[in-house]
């Protein structure tokens, strides 16, 4: 059985948990208006009305997506009507293989409930009884291009994030190295000024003052700008100034994993920091455990230059690369060596 090479030092280092105490509680969206969702995805899923914006107003309350190949068979026992309802291929297809009264009735049933929206993919054409039925119920129908696979992928994902936990935290979020290192500290520490000076350094600046978080369902947090102020930072003494028409494109960056929370403070004599690195501090937003890093301000020094080495550090432990740990099992080392080779001496004859 291989040991993994994070294994080796765990009896090397030491996890100090420290809780983030005014962290807000988390939101989650109890539902979205069809107006939201058509307005948020027309673009990106080419979508076209078909009859009315008659459903606008209607609430979608679930991220889960259901298509009514059961429900237009007759069985609506468990049909999820509250849900954005996909019809594809084998839906209109087989709505095609019906006719008169027995098509309409079908129809009739599904379209019954109070659905919120039905979206219709592959720009397949709709029986006339279905659009008659969805404009007398009040139903507002959908068209993309996008094939089933590929509308099904984008709702979800969009769905997702609507109704992923989330929480709104002060503070400066930079993508170094391809590691999202989240700035925390008290205003006027010296956030945003360290954050000018690492997207100068060819860094990316996802979000500053004020960071959305949320929590994906695989359990990671994703940081992100408000559309209010994306890409705009507040120097003190200079004003506020835009990232993006200063540095281009290079610059920014929309949204980013969090990797390492890093609280920048004020020196303090009477605190004791650490010094080896064999303390690994944590901190937990949202349930999620991060790894937090105490770095104090003094004159002088180089605050871009740590901050790069923190996000290689993680790289490193990424891949297994413990330094702290590797130097003081090498010094363990050196020292036993040098016990046994002490013990080991030949003891001299006395003349």
Known sequence: METSPNHLFMGLTTKVFKEFTNLPEPKVLSFIKVKTFYNDMKDSLSLEILNDGYSFERKIREKEINRP??????????????RIQIMGNTEVGFLNTLHGQKRFSMISTVLGFDLPCVLVTNNNKLPKEFMDVANKNGITVFNTPMNTTEAHRHISEYLEGKFAPHVVMHGTLVDIFSVGVLFVGAPGIGKS??????????????ADDVVEITRNRLNQLQGASRQNNRY???????????????????GIRGNKDIHVVVQLEKFSKTKKYERLGLDEKVTRIMGVELPLVEIPIVEGKNIR???EAIALDHKLKQIGVHQAAEFQQELINRLRKKQKSDVELPIEDEE
């Open 305 to 307: 230059i740590v901050a």
């Open 232 to 250: 705009h930072m507040e120097i003190r003494g200079l004003g506020i100034i835009d990232v993006f028409k200063m540095f281009g494109v290079r």
């Open 193 to 206: 000024e360290l954050c000018l000076d690492l997207v100068e350094r060819g860094h990316q600046l996802v």
């Open 69 to 82: 190949g059961l429900a237009l068979g007759g069985f609506v026992e468990v049909f999820t009507y509250w």
